[in-house]
């Protein structure tokens, strides 16, 4: 069965980074574009990079230009260096495939704050 657990969040300080992993399991991953998705308090859970198979990148326009997003197909693993993190990056951050399965990870937490 499709299995994502993410990891690497905790507390950083504005202008501070944090880098992201996401191991998958159970999915065809090297065939597959994979994401980063966050959910942030009183919000849906909202689009914040895209990988495609081929290594191709999508930003949603709040993160381009301070988050990066790559894969590993070897490790089956998708990462998000974060960088320059305002306090409004804070939220739960999930992975999933594109379109997305319908299994979710538990998420990683990522608290910026002073």
């Known amino acids: 069965q499709v299995q994502l657990v993410e990891s690497g969040g905790g507390l950083a300080q504005p202008g501070g980074s944090l880098r992201l992993s996401c191991a998958a399991s159970g999915i065809a991953f090297s065939a597959n574009d994979m994401a980063w998705y966050r959910q942030v308090p009183g919000k849906r859970r909202e689009f914040v990079a895209r990988v495609s198979s081929g290594g191709s990148t999508v930003y949603a326009y709040f993160v381009k230009g301070r988050f990066t997003i790559s894969r590993d197909n070897a490790q089956n693993t998708v990462y998000l260096q974060m960088n320059s993190l305002k306090p409004e990056d804070t939220g739960v951050y999930y992975c999933?495939?594109?379109?997305?399965?319908?299994?979710w990870g538990q998420g990683t937490q990522v608290t910026v704050s002073s």
């Open positions: 999933n495939s594109v379109p997305a399965t319908g299994t």
